[in-house]
């Protein structure tokens, strides 16, 4: 169990960043020599967010072990540079499922169970679960939200039973300026803090959201009328780069803070690599989810990591009804078709796939995106015009992807899919291979339910010899990588082809982005030259 916990909360308004912020005091303390872990309280009633829309609730992050989790854990993962797990995310789903099937297993016997204490008990096992010598727990949603009053109620009753002086609570909210009258509007912020009260928890830090730096007067109303010393309220503005807010909060001298507070001891010297110039690559996106820039955090932030401009999201539904993709794509520089499910906007990103392989731009395929490479080469290059996956077309006559075995009987959609980290093997004298440095085999994490028909289709793929040091056979799709199905394809002859089965985004780090990425912008550079 940890020894030591902060707890980040929010108020006023949600999805203003309280995942940044736990992650980037947790890289910040972790810098500073503390084995820190991190947990998210998500209180919605689903089990995980897998079978969440994109559009709403953004992208679904997978660990190794097959979770699929709150982006907040791709936060996490990039900024402290660990591997996440499923133990790092507790839905309200989860709690409740656990005390439901402990009342049927009858180990609640002579109880009548109720939310205080059966539920918060649950939590808070969760919670004293946990490694690590300090716990960094974010409360997702925000303070008031009916949902999530039981889990504010539990980390209150820990922090009795633990001390007050083992929990730093950092209350993350955000203060509007109003234009009219030139001001900040502190109120917002004064009755979240209250609203805190109520619970009865008492913030012990105020991380000051706002769109450009505030006036020190606000802060002091802020510290007066909260009760929260003047040194602990923390201003925090909009800032392009998320990464600068380590070196940020390290400039405030948070984690000296922190550790008087807790009474813990920091050694070493924190360093962070962070990217701080961006070349000006303009690489497009084609996608469907357009809701929020949320739903492909993950790839976005992949390419922002290798120092690139972000990408832009290109939308395929309006490319699949327009006919033209140049409309749309000239101009870009590298083209990343990513994954999703559904027919809906398939058949623009096809047209975006031709359009790289007849012009050359380098292009990566990612899940969806490379099963729609290897069906749009077997509709224009092998002459198969009927060629589909199973996904959009059940009678097609040319199934080239095809729902895996496995999963023609699943009835459940939630958690069933193929799930987190595979070996796969990695042929030599491939693109793949010199992209991870002549490796032969890695391990990857996947999200799928469909993949390449390769038995039915074999004689149209070409695996390279060992001994040969190119593949020119330009009527065949190179396959790159396998495990117990197709991982990669490739064309040879081309400035960058490349599609994958597998989600690389999902293990890019700060200082260290998934090496696809890197020879991606890598081949964009050397054909802009």
């Known amino acids: 169990m940890p020894k030591k916990f902060i707890v980040v909360t929010g108020g006023v308004l949600s999805g203003i960043g309280k995942g940044i912020v736990a992650a980037s005091i947790s890289r910040l303390l972790n810098g500073y020599g503390l084995d820190v872990n991190v947990l998210k309280i998500d209180p919605y009633l689903n089990m995980d967010a897998g079978t969440m829309n994109p559009n709403q609730h953004g992208e679904v992050f997978v660990t190794d072990d097959g979770y699929e989790a709150d982006l907040d854990l791709g936060h996490y993962e990039r900024f402290t540079g660990k591997d996440m797990s499923r133990k790092n995310n507790l839905t309200a789903g989860q709690v409740y499922y656990s005390v439901i099937s402990k009342e049927r297993r009858g180990e609640y016997l002579g109880s009548t169970v109720q939310v205080v204490p059966h539920v918060t008990e649950e939590i808070k096992n969760r919670i004293k679960s946990m490694e690590g010598e300090l716990l960094v727990i974010e409360i997702g949603g925000t303070v008031g ?214 012009r050359r731009i380098p292009i990566l395929g990612i899940c969806l995106g490379m099963q729609l490479m290897v069906i749009e080469y077997f509709r224009n290059i092998v002459g198969f015009k009927e060629a589909n996956s199973t996904e959009f077309d059940p009678n097609t006559k040319y199934p080239v992807i095809d729902i895996m075995e496995e999963q023609k009987k699943v009835l459940n959609l939630g958690g069933t899919m193929r799930l987190g980290g595979q070996e796969m093997r990695i042929f030599p004298n491939t693109r793949l291979w010199k992209i991870y440095g002549e490796l032969t085999e890695e391990r990857e994490r996947h999200r799928h339910r469909y993949e390449v028909n390769f038995d039915e289709f074999k004689e149209h793929f070409t695996i390279p010899n060992e001994n040969s040091n190119e593949n020119n056979d330009e009527k065949k799709l190179v396959v790159s990588a396998m495990s117990d199905f197709v991982e990669a394809i490739e064309l040879n002859n081309h400035p960058f082809f490349v599609g994958v089965q597998f989600h690389p985004e999902y293990r890019s780090k700060v200082g260290n982005p998934h090496p696809v990425f890197a020879a991606l912008v890598k081949a964009i550079e050397k054909k802009l030259r």
Request: aromatic content about 12%; overall charge negative; glycine content about 8%.
């Open 145 to 358: 939200d009916i949902e999530g009053e039981v889990f504010f109620e539990a980390v209150r009753e820990l922090s009795m039973e633990l001390g007050l002086d083992n929990f730093l609570f950092i209350h993350t909210t955000f203060v509007p300026y109003l234009g009219t009258t030139n001001e900040f509007k502190t109120k917002p912020t004064q009755q979240s803090v209250q609203l805190l009260r109520r619970i009865g928890i008492q913030p012990n830090m105020i991380v000051v959201r706002t769109e450009f730096p505030i006036d020190p007067s606000s802060l002091d109303k802020i510290s007066l009328f909260t009760g929260v010393s003047r040194n602990m309220v923390i201003n925090l503005y909009d800032t392009k780069n998320v990464y600068e807010i380590p070196e940020i909060l390290k400039e405030y001298n948070v984690h000296s803070k922190i550790a008087k507070f807790l009474n813990i001891e920091l050694s070493g010297n924190f360093d962070w690599d962070y990217p701080k110039v961006f070349r000006p690559i303009k690489i497009a996106l084609v996608g469907k989810y357009l809701g929020t820039d949320d739903a492909y955090k993950s790839i976005i932030e992949s390419i922002f990591l290798c120092g690139v401009e972000k990408p832009r999201v290109v939308d395929s539904e309006l490319l699949e009804e327009d006919g033209n993709p140049e409309e749309f794509l000239k101009g870009f520089d590298g083209i990343i078709i990513p994954g999703g499910f559904g027919k809906r906007g398939i058949e623009g990103k096809i047209k975006a796939i031709t359009y790289a392989r007849e």
